[in-house]
Structure formats: structure tokens, C-alpha cells
């Protein structure tokens, strides 16, 4: 039977199950194969809390979505068209967020009274009757597995772990996947187990032909191959893009880098990854805790390294006191926050942009910092880049705001030319200079020289006291302090003129309102916005990479627009800072709830702004 | 000089102690204990041969922290507690430096406690002294962790009620490689300890204790006064067996897993091994100051090789260039699952 | 002969000598003499940085200014009218401020060769014609000292150390002084060692008697008594005050007081006067460091008693994760900041009031904490109770921001009547209720009850994960995060409507300028507005005592005035806090020099100001 | 029970173990040595008879700090590494109260470390239980202060640099009284343990060896196997001559200040003695597991009385009642140098 082949332009697909049943992993296949496809791809996976739940339970979901088309999109997409639910839990905790119509794809084997029990179904949605609004598909996923691996010699237990590869292989079916690289993937990844990899590779294809037999799918699907710039691609996540931009920031420096870091999700991913490149000079130092993790990597600045922090928003709390101190001898250090929710130890897996003023003010005294933050996964490759420039030019510590959106969420991402990155210039102080002075500025950056221990007759003494402008002594003398408090302030301040000037995306430039957001929120207001102007409305869009300086022309670009909407996802912190800087009533929108906006909330508030015109 | 410092430049002219001398006029209470060991450091740093600019100090906060100022090499006088920290960082970036930790009891054993205790397992290369005065000098004479219990001082008017660490022990128990213990009023004795650690390649614990005038004056009166002090102060020598006395008429003598005191002739007479692998008896030795000031050990109480982090980490780091080649960053973005769009 | 007695209505006298010259005692022997007779009084300390610098250089300088009129004062003043010097270091150190025509005491016995050299005198200003610009009393004092005690069998040092009672004596003379009291205070102090304390008195009369006989003094001073309130006073620093203002909240809330500190310039003496009150159920705990401090404070509120920590900036910053944890377990908690010169170590024996910010934003994730500053030495006792009633009654971490100038500085305090302080109501939840929940909030207050172990039933866990509404128990739920980051911020900017309105002296009511101001620039600010008004100019004066949530009626306040000026020692943190919220463009007016406002400077700002209107 | 719980109220209902169970789902991976421990904890606390309201259970940041959402009592989960601070401010504001601490190897040894130390040196009235499975379980997988050296995790793929902390030796060179070590598998040897803790006035450190089967499965197989076990476990009860092995054919003999295994028949099997004020023993003892894993002893190594902190607290404070009377408001405004104005 030949079955009927539709062209779709977007598909988005949950795939959800128990934290046991390889959810990531079945999604990171599926996403490698669309990739090589050529479509566009944004992902979100969705780890359950940090400890694994008893399997079976509402806790224990684990859910990967993917959003891909035949044109570039943004996000992972608000809603999924398809549902993959490998148990009880994971339809009962998803099913609300499928549209009606939708298809919903179920592992029934898993539906016993026990597992049904486990999350309260008093009976089986399947037949109860509670599911008609979806396309059901109520497939034995797991025996139909078993079956197809009879003829191995399997513990039950492992044919029924293959059933991952059951549904990938169906999937795949359905939307016409190439499916090779997921077969030398299974090869490579099971090389040390020839039955199971010979059985996975089995259950994937038997999902396959199970997809093109069934009368259960009539129709498969294709999506086109997105037009996207010629060049090579990869996938990337926020933390490897974020890890791999930091190695990068050392070889264009040649700069040693260390990293201080104690671990702490969703940040972790960063030190695992940076643990790996010795072979680039890279230390990486696990310490005791936050706060030796940061001094390690200051001291590892003061010997002419690029020092190097890793953390989240409790562990930036911790590094407060050195991080003034850092300030304070004016040294090159970066400080990366993968924000999550907060306060405290909050919700630790979900996202959140809630630790802006902390990095702004979150220390005694008065201690300027830079902040740079990237705008999608990819993009954290160019922002640690360029907050290490920002480091290194200016001898200051910088801050570099991503969050768990960003940290775990996926895009491919075109390699760019190493040559085509910036190069960051040491420029240690010479040796055997007359009477040096540290605390000398560079007028034009009001930057100090680095003068490295090694380095003959530049010996000298830095500290966290005040210190004399130019000779760097100890100084109580009231006018100096005022001096240097001025300096350190304006040294930061100058940088707005030493970064792009903020861009501005309006087609016409004729549009009133202005939608500013910062971080991790870019695809969301991008895909929002977007729909507007589909819909042949008129708005301008910029975001905030440098939150500190704000780039010279921000105030310029507030004041051409009748209405500036700042979308975050706190109580209002970068709206904050306009409204103290430019005086301009920014109309904010938030929403705290660990998740990412979805482009359609943020297209409604801009529509109900934009119509209170 | 031992291979501690084979990897830091030696240089070229003999330097003097003048030499490690800064301009910044030197700011303690007159009669601080802390001058005489400034006056010892400077008289012994030219003893190691190396670069003054390869050598740094670097300090906490309080009294002994000012220590860096008036050291003529470089010096990072950081924050309260963190100095093991920031040094464990340029000791392992920077193998070819000498790096000094200054810091106080309170410095190290309060606020800086855990720094510390962790650089001790780790072994980072970084010789640490430990300026003990029992009391918080800087912020004007609160008890410290070192501090005898019952002590009177502002913060505890009807007296402390915090047991005491013995920083030996402490150090010891947090599988410290190299512990020592001299004093502040012995030149002679403190250098001999000072070249003893500089010889150890990784971390050494050296505790001075160190007479605060002010706030706790006569705090080591026992080991100073000339009546007392050979009674009372218990040199350890290595390999030597360990007999003390005015006329040197007092030996340990093992009982059970501690110490009595008999005389030289007895049988028993412990030989210090302060290169036993097994640290149990440096401990049992830092235990002997009980009651207080009965007897005191000064010395070396244990010195054992141990590869040190720096070594360690700088060795993975070579190993992994020769294994997978030094990095490129062009190999490094197309390595893995990429694709290529016309 | 008989001497000729002027009438002064103020007078401004500094105190300066060695650290080791005894001047601190000095000017508080002669403040108490000064109180005693009826004057107002402000006085000012100024310590060497904190370690003992040797004896008779520079940064060995220690001095303490006074001053007392017949009227009511509000700052130590701005420039001596008679500096006491006791050695060349004094004099060089302080005559900058002493204005033309000024009396400078001077100790010549201490101008030998070798002091001279010391700091840098090339030969001695007594006669090189430097000082004729003032009126030079050059004074053997040491020897006159050592003559008045050669009777007394004192080795020459002791009797040389009583040279300062002998200027005590001397100034007591000079300006009428009653002396009893410092007899009785000497009497008292050497007790034990009866020959010192004779001999000090003895120095003490001599001096006075000098006074009467020399040609020196042609004229003594006479400064009325001041017209005060009745009732009883006693001079108190800002530090006793607050101390005892806790003390006060303690008795006043039938809680125990547990403090939980790590020493620290200027917040240690906090630590040192409550460490004192065990008697008033008062447990002081020295930490091992500013997180183990705060940490057992959290501990001791969870089990009933009133949590309380100490500390300065640097302190606060290492606090910061703790104090998370307290916003989100909602319980009471103090945090003395007695804020100090920064950023980091900065110069720790000098004020500012730059750590506002921290207080505001320096945590992860949205934590709000509320923010109440004294505004002279004796309203830090009245500010420590407001901050202990908010604390309590909406279950919440409150900041107590102090500074290095009012924990330091003293004035005359009218004692209060026990029952006319306000009573803190503890409110514990009563024991055995039906299905207890933990989160369930007051409807009026949203504070939550006040659940302590050893109360039957009412076991419940509370943490830094989020919490579901109500129950309290852990909730990954997108919504109830939203919901609580809400409430948490509600329950603390609900507070604005529960303290006083801000209050504006504006006598006439028709000025057009406002001065804003917050913390220890009272005195000075106030001063200024009065010399304003002296001069006939029409300037408005209100001060900010609660920093967050700001009272109620802020805004109206700040629209009623074209301009309003905001003075701060700090880059204009106030001001960025009103911009944000309120959209006015206020006038900041910034010094960091670590030493308060002059009142002089700050009129001159008014003025301008009021003149660019 | 002992005096310990003196001031704690007794149950007047006799408690059973599910009355320290709570309605919230047990959040652990399945097979974790946790779900062991919280078991032998739950039937353990009826035993001290006291009230399930006068029970606290404070935590730090970890898989094992879950362990307070499981036990019906009053309960802190608190911040990564602070339990031991918090514990402490609570235990001396009510000494009413039996105050438990739980604790993993990365919470209590790393972050955490300086309040652990503090906590046992001054004798804070607590019970910390240390769950040590020698990994960072809960951030999944990286290694601890007690993994061993060269250990591959995910931050270390060439191996773990760190020399591990051994916690006992840490404990009683950190002035700990009373310090043990107990297993996960072994409900009654952890429960005795328990019990012996609970009779201690101050704090007590219980280093559980705890499995993670996720991230480091097996970390205690020679302990738990059957074929060895009993051939390594050192079991130590206080005055009993230390003797061990499947046929109880192997002693502990003193060599120097350290051990031998020897025979039970052989002259010098040593007699264990936790009360002895000397922790030089103890010590000894804890590093009898070199190298690993040859012979461990549990139990308990040292237990000796001395004043609980918060004893010495509220007995100043009760004191100075009784020297000053109680505390009068007025009575301090008007104390000193005062004057009316009329
Ligand atoms: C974060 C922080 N907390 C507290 C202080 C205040 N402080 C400075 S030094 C010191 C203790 C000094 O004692 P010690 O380390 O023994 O040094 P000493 O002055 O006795 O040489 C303290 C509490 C500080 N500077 N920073
Ligand atoms: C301030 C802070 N830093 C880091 C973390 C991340 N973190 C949570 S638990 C943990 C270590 C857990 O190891 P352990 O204490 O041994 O407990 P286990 O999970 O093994 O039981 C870390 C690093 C955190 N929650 N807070
Ligand atoms: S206070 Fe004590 S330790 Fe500090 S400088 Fe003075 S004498 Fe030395
Ligand atoms: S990760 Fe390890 S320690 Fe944590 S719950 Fe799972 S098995 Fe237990
Ligand atoms: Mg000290
Ligand atoms: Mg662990």
C-alpha cells in the first residue's frame, strides 16, 4: 500500500517520558538527523528536578521538544503539533500543552493500573474517552520492541530499554529523516557492546518499517530543507557554545585560561566541558567552593593568566567579596552566571533573568562591573569573546549573564573563520621600567598596566585598600579616594564607546513601539514580533547585549519611540535600569515562572500596547 | 637549593636581605612580634637564590596581612581568609614562582579555615606562615580560634567559651605534608623551619607564634622567659631522639600512643621521624602542649614527598598536548556532527 | 590678676595628638564636662587607619572634634576655631582646617629635631613664621606636666602620660567648664592604681590653675547653656545607641536577642556592648566568619528568638546567600551594616554610604528585603527598634544601615520613657491547629505564621527550594513560582503604608527646591538648610529613614518641588533608586571622601542650585 | 538515656517509627544507600523517647539534605554547606531542642567545611550525620574531598588531582569529642552508633559510608561483599581488645604509634579506648585504612566528655542573672554619666 505523502513548512515534537526511557537522548538523534536534513532547528529540552523521581512518577518526566522548518525560526515553538508519551506521567504532564487536533503518539504497554495509579488516573485515558480532541495513536511500543528483538540474546530488560529507538525509528519514518548517522552513532556508542548496539540499530529500524506497514499512519510528512546561509553547520547548546567562546577568547589572546569553579546546575556543563581542552593550555581548578573557585582564578590573573569563574546566582552571591576585590586591583577576571530561578536555591533546573542587579550591584562600595549577555546558544560562543576583550583591554572583572534557557537549548550554528575573530592583546607591562606605577592609566582606556610576577623591576603591591592614583600606595587622603572611586566608575563608563552601538530592527522605520528585551529572551520576542509584522503590523526590536555600559546611543534609540515594551522574565530589573538612567516610563511585561516566554503572549501584549496607541 | 624550586630562574647577582626591603614605612605597634620575623624572611630570602620578581607574597587581612608591603617582591595583600585561595590559583598557573602565604589566626583559622585545610590535602606549592598571636590583632583584641578558653577580651567580658584548635593538629589531621611550628623571638630556629618548608615542594604549614603587644602581651611568655623556656621548649629535630632541658636532662618517652616525659637513659626515647609516612605521631607529638605550655615542640614535625597540584595539573596539561596534540580552535569547531549548506 | 570673660554662642575645638596621647579620652572627658553644663554638643572622632602607626608620624594621628553651643546643633562642625596639637604630626595633620585667626595650641616639648624630621618639617613652624596667620599658644605642656608631678613617685613616662589631662585642665579653664565629674571619672578609672590617679587629677588642676595664672590667656569663654527639652539626657554614640536599641526591641518583643557576628571596623563595638547584656537574655555567638554568623542568627530566629547579625559592606557581601535563604524561609532576621569606605577593604576606618544598592539588589533571583537607616547617632536606638518590628511582624530579613560617621560620632540623647516605645508583637502560631500550613499568609500583612520547634503538631520543613502557596511544600509548579515571586515582593512593598509618611519641613510651604536626604548627612544637610534660611533663601528639607519600600506618600512629596537635590557620600545611590521609581530627574550632589558632608559645602550646592531655578 | 537529652521533653506517648514519616514522596534514586539510612534514622528516633516537636532535623544542599522533607519533625533544608552554622545558632538559643544535622561528603567537606570544624571544636550540641558516598551526587557526578585520587568524573577525565580528606582524622584533629563511622548496610551497627551519638553532650560527627549507585556504584563493595568483608571491617568497641576477621582471627598489635594486624593470641592486641582524653589513638586508628580499603574500622573512635557550647552559654547568661538580675530597660538608659535639663 502506498501511503500519501504532505508537505508541512514547521513541525514541533515533544518527545516525553520517564527520566529513564532516554528522552534527551532520542531527541538529540532525532535533532542530529533534521539537522543534516538541512531544516532549521531550535530545541528545549526539560530536565525533571535535579535527583532522579521513582520512575513512573509526575517528578520523573523528562521531555525533550523540537521545533523544525523549512525557513530559519527562533524558538523551540510554544506548543508541540505532535506528543510522544512513553508513559502515564509524561501524557499527563504534557497533554495539557498539545493544541487541540494534535497528534499524540502512546507507548500503551506502560499503561498499567500501577502506572495509571501513579499519578491518579483513576483509569486509562486511552479509553476513557478523555483524549477525542487528539489524533490517538495507541501503539504497544515497548512489546512491539521486544518482539522485534527476539532473536537476540537480550535480558528483557535491555530489549525493553531499546523501545527509545522503537519510537525514534517511527519518527523518523513519519517525516522522512535520513537515517544513517543515526545508525553510525548507535555503532560508535555501543562499539563495546555488539548486542545491544546490533539490537538498538534493530528496534530503530523496526520503528521504521512498523511506520510505513501500519494502517495506524496514513500519511507521512516532509518539511523542505530551510534556505540557510551556505557554510558548515553544527548544533551547539548555550554551555559548549559558552565553553568552546572561552577557549577561543584564549587562543585569540594567547592567554593561558584557568578556570576556578565549583559545581552548581545549570552551570556544571561549562567546567565538565572546559575540563576537557588541557591540550589548549586550559586549567581548569575544582575548588572547595564558590569563593576559592573565584580567588583561585584572580590569582591565576595577577600571574598573567585569563582568569575564569563558573557559576549560577547563588554562587555569584558568594563571590560578591572578591569580585569588589577584583575591582579593586583592576584585574582582568570573567564571571559567568548561567541564571536560574531564584531566590535562593529556587526552582535549580529552571531558567530565570532575575540576577541582573545583582551583577550590577551586588557588591560593597561603589564597584562598577561590566556585563555582557549573549542571546541565543550559539551567540555565547561571540559573547564570551567579547567579554573577555572587555576584560583584558580594560583590566576589569566582566560578568557574562546566560541562563538555562540558553545554557541547555540547542541551534545549529554556522562556524565561523578563526581568523575572522577578534584579537584580544595582552599587552603586559615591559620589564625594567624607571619608577613604575601601577596604578598609571592609560588615558585613553583609563586602563592600569598588567605587570606580571616574572617580570624584573616591576615588583610591586596590589590590595583591596584604596590605593594612590598612579603609584598604587596605600592612601587614606580624602581627595584621592573620591579620584579613584571616579576613575574606576568612569573606566567602565567609557567602554559604551568601545562596543557596537545598539542596532535596531525596523523594516520601515516608521513603527512606535519598540520592543527591548535582553539574554536568552531574543527568539521569543524575534518570533513575536515577527508575527506582528506578518499581520501587517508595525514594530521596531532591539536587544541589549551590553547591559553594562549600555551601548552610547541607547538613550537616543529610547526616545524615538512612543513606547518602549522590556519583556523579562523577573519583576522588571533591566527596566529598572533604563527608567533610572533615561527617565523613560518603559511599559514592562514579566512573568517569573522558570520557563521561556512563548512568542504568542509576548504578540498579544505587544498588540494590546501597541493598540492603547 | 632541593629541586622545590628547581623551576623558578635563579639569579644573577647575590641579593641581601636590603634588597627585599621596600620604601613603605613599616606599620606595627612598636615592640611587635611581627617585626623580628619581617627582619628574619628578609635575612632569609636571599638564602634560596632565586629572582626577587619570581617570588610573591601574598596576604589575608589583619596585622601579619600588612606583611606584603614591606616585602620587595610582588604582593597581593588580598581579602579576610582567601590568600591560600588566590595563591593556590597562581601557584598552579605559575610553577616557576615562589609563592609565600602570610596570614594570621585568625585569617586562616576562622575566616580562612577551609583555604586552608584544603590547600593541605591538595599540596599546592605555597608556603604558608601562619603569623599565631591568639587574638584578632587588626580589629582591636577579640579572641581568636587559637585563643585559650576563658578568655577575657572585649567580645567575651566574662571570658571565651570556644575550645581552642591546635593548628598543628589541625593541620596534620587535614593530611598536611609539611607542618611545622617555630617562634618569633628565635631568628635562628625560624629560618632553619623557613628552609626546611622552602625545600618541601608543595604546601608547608609553618605556625609562628608571634607576641601581639597590644592585645595579647606575654602570650608565649613560657618559651621566652630564660628560666622556663628549656624546660618548656621541646626542639624536634629528624632522626634525632628527642631530649630537651636546660641541661638537657628531659627525654619523651613513648607510653601507649603519647608521651611521658623520663630521661635521656631510659629506655624508649622517642626518635623523631618526621618522614613517617603515617602521621600519627607528629600528631600524637602536637597533643604533648597539654596542659598549656607543660611542653612545647617547636620544629618540623612532619615532612613527607608528595607530588604537589601544580605538578600534577601541569602534567595533564603536557600530557594531553602530546596525546591529542596542542589545541587548534579550527579543528576544535568542526570536530563531531556538522553539515555543510550550498 | 583678674581676666576678662567673653561670651561665645558656639564653639569648635579639635583635639589632636599621637594615638598614644590619650586624645579620644581627652575629648570625651571634656564632652561630658560640656553635657553636664547644659551646651548642645556633636562631636566627632577621627581614628588613625586601624593598626598603631609609630608613634608621633602622620597616620599616627588621632583626633577628636567637638562641638558645643548655646543653642541647638546639628554636626561636629565644619573647621575648628581652636585646634589642641599635641606634636609637629598633629599640627601638620590638622592645621589645614583651622581657619585664619584660629587659637592653635601647641605642645612644644614634642617639636624636637628628630618629630620634626619625622613629617617632614624642616625646621619648626612655632617660629619659622608658618603659623602667624593664627593665634599660636605655644606651651611647654609635657614639662609643665612633669614639673606639676614631681612630688608624686611616678616613673617620668607616667607623668609625662598625664600631659593630656593637664590640656583637659587647661581647656576646661579656658571655656568654664565644671570639673567635678572628670575628678570623679579619674578617681574612678585609677582606682586601683591610686598614685596614677592621683597624679592625673593632680595634672588635671594644674592645667586649670596654668590657665588662671598665665599671661598667655587674656580671656577665657563663657557659652551658655543651650535651651534643650527638659528631662534627663546622657551623650551616646551611634554604635551604644543602636545596641541598646536592640536590646530594647528584645525586651520590647518578649523575644530573646541571638547575635551572631564576626568582627569588623565599624560594627565591631556593636558586637562588644551586647556581648555585655547575657543578663537581659542576650546571646551574643563569634562566628568564624560573616556566614557561619548569619547563619546561626537564621538558625536562632527558626527557633523563636529575635536573629540578629553585625558587620560592615565587605561583610554583607559574604552574607548575601544567607540572607536569600531568609527571604525565602520568611522569617525575622536583622542585618546591622555599619557601612564604611569601599569597594572591597576600600579604607575601613572611614564612613560612606555607598552599600545601599547591595542592600537593594545584592542577592540572586528576586529577594526583596526591607531597609531602614538612622539619621544620627541616638535615632540609630529608635531605628534598630522599627527595623525589629517590621522584621517581626511580616517575618522578614531587615537592613539596618548605619555608618562608620554615626557609629562613631555621639551627641546628647534625651532618654525616652520605657512604655512610650512601641511593643512588638512575636505572635507565635498557636499549638495542635487542624492541618497546619506553614505558608499561609496574614491577608492584611501576607506575612506567613511563625511556626517554632517545640510546638505541638505544627512539624513542618521549611527551605531554599520554592514553595508551594499555603502548604509550603516544594513546587516546581511554573505558576505558583510566579505566584509567590509576587507575594514576596507585595508582602514587603506593602510595608510602605504600615510606617510614618515621609515628613518635609517646609516652613513656609512655598519653597521651590526640596533637599533629600538619607543615613548620617542629616546633621550636615540640616545645617546647611539653616543657613539657607538664615539668609532668607526658602529651601524644603525631608529625610529618608525607610530606603525600601519608600513611604507611601514619596512621590506626592517629590512632585510638589521643581527641584530636588540629593546629597550623598556615594555616586548617587539614592538617586538612581528615586529615578527608577519615580521619573524625576533629581539633582545629585556626590563626595566620596570618606568623611561626612561639610554644612558649608552644601549650602553652597542649595544655593546654586536655587539660583539656576 | 543519658543526661544528654536532659533538657529535651519526653514523649508522653511512646513514639513508633512511622510516626517519623511524612506524607511526602521519598525523592531518591531507586537502590540508594539513602533510603537505608532514612529507614535505620526513622526506627532509631522513638528510642530517645523525647518529643517528635522538641526534634530538629537541619540540612545543607545535597541528594542526602533531601533527608528532612522525610522525617515528621520540625525541619531546615538550608543552603549548600551551612548547616552546621545554622545548627549551631539554633541549638544554643534552645537547648530544649535535639538538633540533627544531615549532611553529604561535598556539603559538609568542601563548601562547608570551616563550619564543620568550628561546630566540632567548640562542642555544639548537634548530631551530624555525614553522608559519605565520596561523590557530588545531587549536581551529578563530579568528584568530592573523599573520592579517591585519579578518580575519572566528569569534571576530572584525567583523573582527580585532589589528595582525599580522610573525615575522621579531619574530626579529631579539628578537637571533634566524639567521632564515628558506620555503613548503610548495616541497619544495626548504624543504629548503635545512633544511640552512642545521641548520648554525647555536644556535637558528634557520624561518617556514614553511603552508596551512590549512580554516580559512584560500588564505592564500598569490600565492605560489603560477603567473601571480604568481614576480613576488612575493623569493628572498634570501646574497652574490647580490637579483633576481627570471618573467624575473628586477626588483632590490632601496636607498632611505633601505629598498627600491625597480628593474632588475637599475640602479645600487645591493643584495647580500644574512645574515652581517652588523648585523641592521639583515635587518630592512629583512622588511618589504619592504608592503603585503601585493607582494613576500616568503624565505630566509634573517640567519645570523651567536655562542656557543650551551648551549656557554657546559658550558663553565663544564667549567671549574669544572677550577678546583675535581670536585665531593666530603665534602668540601663540611665545608667552611667546622665543629666537633667529642666
Ligand atoms: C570579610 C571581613 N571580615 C572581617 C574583617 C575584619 N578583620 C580584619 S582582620 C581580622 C582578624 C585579624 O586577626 P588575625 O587574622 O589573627 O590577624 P592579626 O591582626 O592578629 O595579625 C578581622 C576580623 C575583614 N577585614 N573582612
Ligand atoms: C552555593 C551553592 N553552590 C553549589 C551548589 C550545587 N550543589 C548542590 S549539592 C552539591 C554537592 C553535593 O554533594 P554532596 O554534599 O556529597 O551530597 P550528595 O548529593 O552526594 O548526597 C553541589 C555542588 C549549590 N546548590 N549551592
Ligand atoms: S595590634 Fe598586636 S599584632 Fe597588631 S601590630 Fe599591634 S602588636 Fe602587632
Ligand atoms: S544520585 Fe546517588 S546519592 Fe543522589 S539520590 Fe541518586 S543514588 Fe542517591
Ligand atoms: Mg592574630
Ligand atoms: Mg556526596
Known amino acids: 500500500m502506498t501511503k500519501q505523502v504532505q508537505q508541512l513548512d514547521r513541525v514541533i515534537i515533544r518527545f516525553a517520558g520517564d527520566s529513564g526511557d532516554g528522552m534527551q537522548l532520542t531527541g538529540d538523534r532525532f535533532t542530529a538527523e533534521t539537522a543534516e536534513f538541512g531544516n532549521d532547528i531550535s530545541t528545549l529540552p526539560n530536565y525533571p528536578a535535579e535527583i532522579r523521581a521513582p ?12 521545533h523544525f522548518a523549512d525557513h530559519d525560526i527562533l524558538t523551540p515553538g510554544d506548543s508541540p503539533n505532535v506528543l510522544v508519551a512513553m508513559n502515564p506521567a509524561a501524557l499527563k504532564a504534557n497533554i495539557g500543552d498539545l493544541p487541540k487536533g494534535g497528534d499524540v503518539i502512546i507507548n500503551t504497554d506502560e499503561f498499567s493500573k500501577r502506572n495509571l495509579a501513579k499519578v491518579g488516573y483513576p483509569a486509562s485515558p486511552v479509553d476513557d474517552g478523555s483524549l477525542t480532541d487528539y489524533r490517538v495513536h495507541a501503539l504497544p511500543l515497548t512489546s512491539m520492541t521486544v518482539k522485534a528483538l527476539e532473536d537476540f540474546d537480550l535480558s528483557k530488560k535491555d530489549a525493553e530499554r531499546a523501545k527509545n529507538m522503537f519510537a525514534l525509528g517511527l519518527l523518523s519514518w513519519l517525516y522522512h529523516r535520513p537515517v544513517e548517522s543515526t545508525i553510525s552513532f548507535l555503532e560508535k556508542k555501543f562499539a563495546r557492546k555488539p548486542e545491544i548496539m546490533k539490537a538498538n540499530i534493530a528496534a530503530f529500524q523496526a520503528g521504521w518499517s512498523f511506520g510505513e506497514t501500519t494502517e495506524d499512519f496514513a500519511t507521512s510528512y516532509e518539511v523542505k530543507p530551510a534556505t540557510l546561509e551556505p557554510g558548515l553547520y553544527r548544533q551547539i547548546t548555550g554551555n559548549t557554545a559558552l565553553a ?68 549560577s546566582g547563588p554562587g555569584v552571591a558568594l563571590k560578591a567579596e572578591t569580585i569588589g576585590l577584583a575591582v579593586a586591583v583592576e584585574l582582568p577576571l570573567l564571571i559567568v552566571n548561567v541564571q536560574r530561578s531564584g531566590p535562593s536555591t529556587g526552582l535549580p533546573t529552571k531558567t530565570e533573568q532575575a540576577d ?40 576589569t572583572p566582566v560578568f557574562i549573564l546566560s541562563d538555562g534557557y540558553l545554557a541547555n537549548g540547542s541551534e545549529p550554528w554556522k562556524l565561523p573563520e578563526v581568523a575572522d575573530l577578534p584579537v584580544i592583546e595582552a599587552d603586559f607591562a615591559e620589564p625594567l621600567q624607571e619608577d613604575f606605577q601601577p596604578f598609571k592609566r592609560d588615558p585613553e582606556t583609563l586602563a592600569r598596566p598588567w605587570a606580571v610576577p616574572g617580570t624584573a623591576g616591576l615588583e610591586h603591591r596590589i ?111 533591566l527596566a529598572t535600569l533604563l527608567r533610572a538612567k533615561y527617565l523613560i516610563d518603559v511599559v514592562s511585561y ?24 | 637549593m632541593s629541586d622545590a624550586l628547581a623551576l623558578v630562574p635563579k639569579s644573577e647577582i647575590p641579593l641581601k636581605a636590603k634588597d627585599f626591603k621596600t620604601d613603605q614605612e613599616v606599620r606595627w605597634c612598636p615592640g611587635c612580634g611581627d617585626y623580628a620575623i619581617l627582619a628574619a624572611v628578609q635575612g632569609f630570602m636571599p638564602e634560596l637564590g632565586i629572582r626577587r620578581e619570581n617570588t610573591v607574597f601574598i596576604s589575608g587581612i589583619g596585622c601579619s596581612s600588612r606583611f606584603p608591603y614591606y616585602m620587595n617582591t610582588y604582593g597581593f595583600h588580598s581579602i579576610h581568609g582567601r590568600a591560600p585561595a588566590i595563591a593556590t590559583g597562581l601557584a598552579s598557573a605559575r610553577p616557576d614562582l615562589s609563592v609565600w602565604v602570610v596570614t594570621g589566626d585568625g585569617d586562616s583559622l576562622s575566616i580562612g579555615g577551609n583555604h ?3 590547600a593541605l590535602r ?171 605550655f607543660t611542653h612545647v615542640p617547636i620544629g618540623v614535625f612532619r615532612s613527607v614527598p608528595r607530588p604537589s597540584y601544580d605538578s600534577l595539573l601541569n602534567e595533564q596539561v603536557e600530557q594531553a598536548k602530546d596525546r591529542q596534540g596542542r589545541g587548534d580552535l579550527t579543528e576544535l569547531l568542526r570536530s563531531g556532527d556538522t553539515w555543510r549548506i550550498d
Not at chain 1, 363 to 387: Q, T
Open chain 2, 122 to 292: 591538595r599540596n599546592v606549592n605555597i608556603k604558608i606562615l601562619m603569623f599565631n598571636n591568639r587574638i584578632y590583632g587588626l580589629t582591636k583584641g577579640q579572641y581568636s580560634p587559637t585563643s585559650e578558653m576563658g578568655k577575657v577580651t572585649k567580645s567575651s567580658p566574662m571570658g571565651s567559651l570556644d575550645h581552642p584548635f591546635n593548628p598543628i593538629s589541625l593541620a596534620v589531621g587535614a593530611e598536611g605534608a609539611f607542618v611545622a611550628r617555630t617562634i618569633d623571638s628565635d631568628r635562628q630556629h625560624l629560618q632553619s623551619v623557613l628552609r626546611q618548608a622552602a625545600e618541601h615542594k608543595g604546601a608547608a604549614l609553618v605556625e609562628i607564634y608571634q607576641n601581639c603587644n597590644i592585645f595579647n602581651d606575654g602570650a608565649y611568655e613560657p618559651l621566652k622567659d630564660a628560666d622556663q623556656r628549656d624546660d618548656v621548649t621541646v626542639r624536634l629535630e629528624h632522626g634525632q631522639p628527642i631530649v630537651f632541658g636546660k641541661d638537657r636532662d628531659k627525654a619523651l618517652i613513648q607510653e601507649g600512643f603519647g608521651f611521658r616525659v623520663g630521661t635521656p637513659d631510659e629506655a624508649g626515647v622517642v626518635v623523631h621521624d618526621a618522614h613517617n609516612p603515617d602521621p600519627s605521631q607528629a600528631f600524637a607529638l602536637s597533643r604533648l602542649d597539654q596542659p598549656a
Open chain 1, 356 to 395: 541582573l542587579l545583582q551583577a550590577m550591584f551586588g557588591r560593597n562600595g561603589e564597584s562598577p562591573v561590566p556585563i555582557v549577555a549573549p542571546l541565543s546558544p550559539a551567540d555565547c560562543f561571540y559573547a564570551a569573546i567579547e567579554a573577555a576583550r572587555i576584560a583584558v583591554k580594560y583590566r
Open chain 1, 244 to 311: 568552546w567562546g572561552l577557549v577561543a577568547a584564549g587562543d585569540r589572546s594567547g592567554l593561558d585560561l584557568f578556570l576556578g569553579s565549583y559545581p552548581i546546575t545549570p552551570a556544571s556543563d561549562i567546567l565538565h566541558e572546559l575540563s576537557k581542552f588541557k591540550n589548549f593550555g586550559v586549567r581548569t581548578f575544582q575548588a572547595e567552593d564558590e569563593i576559592a573557585a573565584i580567588g583561585a582564578a584572580l590569582g591565576a590573573s595577577f600571574g598573567g593568566a585569563l582568569g575564569l569563574t563558573t557559576t
Open chain 1, 463 to 573: 590590595g583591596g585598600l584604596e590605593k594612590a592614583d598612579g603609584s598604587g600606595n596605600i592612601s587614606y587622603d580624602p581627595a584621592n579616594h573620591d579620584l579613584m572611586t571616579r576613575l574606576r566608575q568612569a573606566k567602565v563608563d567609557g567602554i559604551a564607546n568601545d562596543v557596537e552601538p545598539l542596532r535596531v530592527d525596523d523594516p520601515d522605520g516608521d513603527a512606535r513601539v519598540l520592543v527591548l528585551g535582553w539574554g536568552g529572551t531574543y527568539g521569543a520576542i524575534s518570533a513575536a514580533v515577527r508575527r506582528i509584522r506578518k499581520s501587517g503590523g508595525k514594530v521596531a526590536q532591539a536587544h541589549v547585549r551590553h547591559l553594562n555600559p549600555f551601548p552610547a546611543n541607547m538613550g537616543e534609540v529610547l526616545k524615538k519611540y512612543d513606547k518602549v515594551i522590556v519583556p523579562e522574565i523577573n519583576l522588571g530589573q
Open chain 1, 590 to 613: 514579566n512573568r517569573v515562572r522558570g520557563l521561556p516566554f512563548k512568542a504568542e503572549e509576548l504578540s498579544d501584549v505587544i498588540r494590546d500596547v501597541m493598540s492603547s496607541e
Open chain 2, 116 to 118: 586552608l585545610i584544603h
Open chain 1, 55 to 66: 520512575a513512573g512518577t509526575l517528578p520523573g518526566v523528562s521531555s525533550f521538544q523540537l
